[in-house]
């Protein structure tokens, strides 16, 4: 089984000294390509890359996610999501990280913009970074994101959203998104499992995304356990936890993870 831990718990704090604090209490690492850690110059990111390879740790990548919207009505939105998407490969490259998240995008229900527009240009930009990534055997871990108001998908939606995409796209279930908007966690997991590389494990109440600890929201565990137990020993279980969360609860995830699956 393989379990990690997004930076995001320890957002904005300097990459190698989160790293060093996480890889404490978890075998794995998720980096977040995100926040003022990450916005420096080239030359910066390269030492820093450097040292992150250094260090040995198995990580996946998530790149950057504020601001980014693949499925954007404005092109220039579109084309730095494409930017940082590309970026976030070429840090996956450079490590030898072999499965990068990727975000689809967001479309607003309230807007008279094309639903079916913001979904072409979310897959345009999935094409082409499996032209990337399928080369450099990297894995692309396809998301589900947002609340009802913005989420590209409904539950069914999602479940068929790589029915004719390349086989490099896996499924990625973040269970807190997917609480928010409503959908039977057990069942997608169940749909999904042979094509699920990864979820996002993390907590709410059914009404806004906290991001709170396993176990302090309203998601039925007992029942998303068992469905996780069918899944492959390579699908990775993110622990994502918010920032300012006490890194003691990453540990309590761990062990209640290893009791439930093992």
Known sequence: MRISASEYILFCNPTEQNVERLHELVPEIELMLDGDAWDSEEEDWQKKIVRLKNSRVPFTVHPPAWDVNPAAPVRE???????VNRHALEVCRELGVKQ???HPGYYDKRSRFSRKLAWKRSYELLEELVTIAKPQGITIAYENIGGP???LFTQEEYIHALDDV???VKYLLDVGHAHIN???IPEVIDALSDRLCG??????DGAGDSHLPIGQGTIPWEDVFASMKCLSPECVFVLEYAPGTPLAALEVGRELLRE???
């Open 77 to 83: 939105i579109r084309e730095a999501a494409a930017k």
């Open 100 to 102: 990068v998240v990727y």
């Open 149 to 151: 108001a913005v989420s």
């Open 166 to 168: 390349d086989p490099c």
């Open 182 to 184: 409503g959908w039977d």
């Open 199 to 204: 979820l996002h494990l993390h907590d709410n």
């Open 260 to 262: 439930k699956l093992y």
